[in-house]
């Protein structure tokens, strides 16, 4: 079955060129049906081959296709590696993004059939490129996967296009990708440069000849990381991912659980020996996930768009992500990827549904009292917040708790600012359900009127995801409940290379028992804070002020961006523009061509078509030719 991995990213192309190509012919039920048939599909063939991966004794297989690029001795190959972390991934992918396909020809069809088809198009694109990017057997595949991603966000960020707060929240998006793109791209350069080649097993065969530490190697990691702050959405690069949600809400769903965002995660587990032969900056990576977990989830306290909520609480768990990889525990950020791309859909989905029943409204002060009309989507998105939250025996506990645990190994202050940032993410998500599904209903009388719940292709990949939600969680049991880290054991080949260089951290049972409670305690105390204020909640017509406010305002960040970074570039470029192109190039150029244009003139007064004046001139040439010949 391995051999035929091309076809998990191929099936997905095939349908982004069928709809595409076809969107003015097709119906709204076959556009659906190829969008969500051809990831489904995707999705079996991916199951086959993990569960051949899975098996005991499996080595990392590559799948050569074709030559991309062959410039003398060095050569580009269009290959597919097939290990543990990439079949899971493709589980991840496949099985999330068809969920997310199939609840969108619900959640769409109010589009015209070429927008519809236009949409599935994107997103089967969307799916093609983050495959590629899993799959890909060196860095120039996976930037190929990744520059993709970066294009298909763009796309479905701006699809309704006509709306230019849409248009401009997807070129945000675009522009700040390409920063980080860069030094992902410097980053594969300077491997030409060192190592030759670009192919995984390579590059990591060479990496401990460097030496640790050094300067080389810590640029390569650093231009790396970078690439991933900016597909990641890590500070500074972060601003692009809250205002993605201009997007429709299922295209939110994909890009925040099971594509572009995981990108940077899967990159730099990926290069997990780079980045342990490389400490100084695992403690950058470490430094930089803790920060962006806590000021995100300080942000997400007091936004009102349900959306947005959701966005920051997505900047924050890629945060403990980081976090996680930092300290070395790249198995506990691979096991939050999976547990958050479960939780985050069903948040996201949740959230469509609800926006759906409410006529397009997404302010939750003016919900309220949902869960007595919609009781399917109330109880999966409750599912879905004591998952985030961390509660005991969801599957947010379990990922959440090997990351904290992980990184009270390594340092306890990162620890303490980590496990802040997860009792902030209780309170803002439980705010956030009081506020849509308790108390009484704050909006129109006209909204209550049709208010009801989602039809099945909506509310059926809910459940399926509140299912996951719950049970995704256990094939990570941690080794202190007396079994086997079934993950960790799964994964250890993929990570093998760098543990001889890792730094060993142990932590006692005893003292993980104790780690463990005082979460789940804090936690569980504010999820009832959060209800205490937020579940009878009415509003009062109060405007935050003071420290919420810069909490509502996002810290100003892009205020920031704005006065230090692009009012002066756009006076740095009007500068250009008025004072030295059209002040100095163009009136350079204009005044040769007005030059040429004003002798032009004079010497066509010479031929003026009267025989006098040509006879004139002929008589005054013959006596300057006869005074030359005498005189000189």
């Known amino acids: 079955m391995i051999n035929l991995v091309w076809l998990v990213p191929l099936l997905p192309l095939l349908g982004f060129l069928v709809n595409g190509l076809l969107r003015k012919r097709l119906s709204k039920g076959l556009v659906g049906f190829i969008g969500s048939g051809t990831v489904l599909a995707g999705f079996v063939i991916s199951l086959l081959i993990f569960m051949e991966v899975k098996t005991e004794g499996f080595t990392s297989q590559i ?54 088809a236009r949409y599935f198009a994107y997103l089967n694109l969307f799916v093609f490129s983050m495959l590629l990017l899993v799959l890909g057997g060196n860095y120039v595949m996976m930037f190929i996967g990744w520059e993709g991603v970066g294009l298909c966000s763009y796309l479905l960020i701006g699809f309704w296009f006509k709306n230019p707060e849409f248009n401009k929240a997807a070129n945000k998006a675009f522009i700040m990708n390409r920063i980080g793109d860069l030094g992902f791209l410097l980053g594969i350069f300077l491997m030409i440069t060192q190592f030759g080649t670009v192919t995984f097993g390579n590059v990591f065969a060479q990496v401990p000849g460097l030496g640790n530490n050094s300067p080389v190697l810590i640029a390569i990691a650093m231009l790396l990381f970078i690439g991933a702050m900016g597909k990641s959405a890590q500070i500074p690069l972060y601003t692009w991912l809250p205002d993605a949600m201009a997007g429709p809400t299922p295209v939110s769903a994909l890009i925040h659980a099971a594509t572009m965002v995981t990108a940077g995660i899967y990159m730099v587990a990926r290069s997990n020996v780079i980045y342990t032969l490389a400490p100084s900056i695992q403690m950058v990576v470490a430094i930089i996930g803790a920060a962006t977990a806590v000021m995100a989830a300080s942000i997400a306290l007091k936004q009102n768009d349900i959306k947005k909520v959701l966005a920051y609480s997505t900047v924050s768990q890629l945060g403990y992500m980081f976090l996680a990889l930092g300290v070395g525990a790249y198995t506990a950020a691979v096991f939050h990827v999976m547990t ?32 007595k009309y919609m009781p399917t989507t109330n109880i ?67 909204q209550e009127h049709h208010l009801h719940e989602s039809p099945v292709a909506i509310t059926l990949p809910l459940i399926i995801l509140a299912i996951l939600s719950v049970i995704g969680g256990y ?128 010497v066509r007064l010479l031929q003026n078509g009267q025989v006098g004046f040509y006879v004139f001139a002929m008589v005054i040439g013959m006596i300057v030719l006869l005074l030359i010949s005498l005189f000189i």
Not at 394 to 403: M, N, T, V
Not at 406 to 417: D, E, M, Q, R
Not at 565 to 587: N, T
């Open 63 to 116: 799948v050569h296709l074709f030559d991309f690029i062959k410039v003398g001795a060095f050569t580009v190959p269009f290959s597919f590696q097939v290990d543990q972390l990439s079949a899971l991934f493709l589980l991840i992918i496949t099985g999330v993004g068809s969920l997310i396909h199939i609840y969108s020809t619900a959640y769409m069809h109010d589009e015209t059939n070429e927008g519809f």
């Open 340 to 371: 958050h791309a479960f939780f985050k859909a069903l948040l996201f989905l949740g959230s469509g549904s609800v926006i759906h029943a409410m006529g397009g409204e997404q302010d939750i002060r003016k919900m309220g009292g949902l869960k």
């Open 380 to 446: 999966t998105f409750l599912i879905g917040c004591l998952a985030i939250a961390g509660i005991p025996g969801f599957s947010g506990f379990f990922s959440k708790d090997e990351i904290l645990a992980n990184t009270f190994a390594s340092s306890p202050i990162l620890w303490a600012v980590g496990l802040f940032g997860a009792l902030m993410t209780a309170f803002y998500m439980f705010r956030l359900y009081y506020m849509t599904f308790s108390g009484s209903f704050r909006g129109t009388q006209e």
């Open 475 to 602: 094939i990570g049991l941690p080794e202190v409940f007396g079994t086997k880290h079934l993950l960790a054991e799964y994964l250890s080949p993929v990570f093998a290379p760098s543990a001889p260089y890792a730094q060993e951290h142990h932590l006692s049972h005893s003292l993980e028992w104790i780690l463990m409670g005082i979460s789940s305690v804090l936690v569980i105390a504010m999820i009832f804070w959060a209800k205490g204020k937020y579940a009878a909640w009415k509003d009062q017509g109060q405007e935050n002020t003071g420290f919420a406010k810069f909490l509502e305002d996002k810290w100003k960040v892009d205020e920031l961006y704005d006065a230090i970074i692009v009012r002066p570039l756009f006076s740095l470029s009007k500068f250009f523009q008025d004072g030295i192109e059209k002040s100095g190039i163009d009136a350079l150029v204009n005044g040769i061509g007005k030059g040429v244009q004003w002798g032009s003139n004079q």
